[in-house]
């Protein structure tokens, strides 16, 4: 599978399967002329466009092309934490089969259009129910992820990026936060469907093209 979108600064982004790299690379090559390799950043020799590719997560140690072939196709295995304010997916992956997993949906009030007193009031008791949801997800991301966590390659998340923050704040999950990836997937609302369709695009190898 092929997806792109316009990457901020300049250039597109594109995110490729594992299964298709290869022949990307081939059309990359076919379509410049050839190109030289500088690590993981391909240059066309017909004019100069280049292709920097980012290694899915736990093969952040691949320098080049050729290591970055043979990695994905042994991909490690990786935690997965998808959540948002009412909802929470964790999982362990195994290439990109979802061997354990725990979805769960938290009550968290809404906003209101009061004003005054009552907006404040609701305000408070959205913030507490917000707190409480993710203490309970950190419990579940404990249960299911710190027994795995000596085969984990590498944590990564999905979903709004603060409720995210706001489960991996708990002390427990420090040993996560060292492994998680910079990449935040893009996500819906959490379920055990999102979960295994986000354990594929995990997968993906992301490439920075310019132009």
Not at 125 to 131: E, F, G, I, L, T
Request: with cysteine; net charge positive; charged share 25%.
């Amino acid at each position: 599978m092929v997806n792109a979108r316009p990457a901020a600064g300049g250039g597109r982004w594109v995110e490729i399967s594992p299964e298709r790299l290869k022949g990307w690379l081939d059309g990359f090559y076919g379509r410049h002329d050839g190109a030289t390799e500088n690590g993981l950043t391909l240059t066309g020799a017909s004019n100069g466009d280049t292709a920097t590719l980012h290694p899915p997560p736990g093969l952040d140690a691949v320098a080049d092309v050729d290591s970055l072939l043979a990695g994905v196709s042994r991909p490690p295995r990786v935690g997965l934490l998808l959540a948002r304010k009412g909802a929470l997916a964790v999982g362990v992956v195994d290439g990109t089969h979802v061997s354990t997993s725990k979805v769960e949906r938290f009550y968290v009030q809404g906003r209101t259009a009061a004003g005054g007193w009552s907006q404040q009031r609701y305000a408070r008791r959205r913030d507490n129910q917000a707190s409480a949801a993710a203490q309970k997800a950190a419990d579940l991301v404990a249960r299911v992820l710190l027994p795995a966590l000596p085969d984990l390659a590498a944590l990564v998340c999905g979903g709004d990026r603060s409720m995210v923050d706001a489960v991996l704040v708990d002390r427990r999950l420090e040993p996560l936060v060292a492994l998680r990836h910079p990449h935040l997937l893009d996500t819906p609302e959490p379920r055990l469907e999102v979960l295994r369709d986000a354990a594929v695009a995990a997968r993906r190898v992301r490439i920075h093209l310019v132009p």
